[in-house]
């Protein structure tokens, strides 16, 4: 058992994990740490490098993070180079930065669309790249995408942000089939409806004291009854990262509490009694 439970292990790896300043990428980062891995992280303005350097170190970790636009081929290239110079070859790469635009696409700009693009789908792609040179020449690497249960549905005002997401399910299973024979291995988490500080709006009662209409939206669609945490997304996040996973390829692990499995029920039917509340406090 001892020995099985190595294959968990990231000891020693260097991974990056991109706009992992806060949110779900300093969640994957922490959960990277804990099991061994050296942390990189690159955000778009210093501002967010030293908020996510003081969070790391409130935590113990040792993290290396740098100004860098994913979306900027030669930061990237510059950032990898760096990286390699002052850690290490990277190991791991989590593709997380990403932006939404929640604009109808009939008044959506082709610079608002081209926007999100950039960074959800090309970004990916420049990061990517830009690892891959060394991944193959040692044999072994890691690529994982963040994609969205809106890589698999559509959704009013979402239409540039739906595009990026499943462009990015289908440049994962390319990655997949172009590299897998370097032992490379490129798969994707799929989150579903996650608490975090960002979306604590949508889970604040009425003034009434009723239940907001999203947040009933949210747990009549899904079988958990309740959102995600940002703990559940890291067990996959560091499985996915490991030798554990080393011969799943391509694939897209949607963790969403069932809701891609479920057509859902009237939001009138829902049972508060039954709901886990999300401690608001600790949500990342």
Wanted: proline letters at 4%; one cysteine or more; charged letters at 20%.
């Amino acid at each position: 058992m001892g020995d099985f439970l190595k294959n968990f292990s990231l000891e020693g790896k260097v991974a990056w994990i991109t706009g992992a300043s806060y949110g779900l990428g300093l969640a994957y980062a922490v959960a990277y740490a804990e099991s061994g891995a050296k942390i990189v992280f690159n955000d778009i303005n210093q501002e967010l490098v030293d908020r996510g350097l003081e969070e790391y170190k409130k935590r113990g970790i040792d993290a290396y993070g740098a100004v860098c636009d994913v979306t900027k081929e030669d930061q990237v290239q510059k950032f990898v180079a760096d990286v390699e110079a002052k850690v290490g070859s990277i190991d791991i790469l989590v593709n997380n930065a990403g932006i939404i635009k929640r604009i109808p696409m009939h008044e959506m700009t082709v610079e608002q669309w081209n926007q999100v693009i950039d960074v959800d789908l090309t970004g990916p792609f420049i990061c990517s790249k830009a690892v891959l040179p060394a991944m193959m020449k040692k044999g072994s690497g890691k690529i994982i995408n963040a994609c969205s249960m809106m890589s698999e549905f559509g959704r009013e005002t979402v239409s540039a942000y739906a595009a990026a997401k499943g462009g990015l399910k289908m440049l994962t299973r390319n990655i997949c089939s172009e590299y897998g024979q370097y032992n490379i291995q490129c798969n994707a988490i799929g989150p579903g409806y996650i608490a975090t500080p960002q979306t604590a709006p949508l889970r604040e009662k009425q003034p009434d004291g009723s239940m907001h209409p999203f947040d009933r939206f949210i747990r009549s669609k899904t079988p958990a009854q309740r959102w995600g945490r940002t703990e559940d997304l890291m067990g996959l996040a560091v499985f996915l990262a490991s030798p554990a996973s080393d011969f799943i390829n391509g694939q897209v692990v949607y963790i969403d509490g069932g809701i891609s499995a479920y057509i859902g029920q009237d939001p009138g039917n829902l049972d508060p009694s039954k709901f886990t509340d999300i401690d608001e406090s600790t949500a990342q």
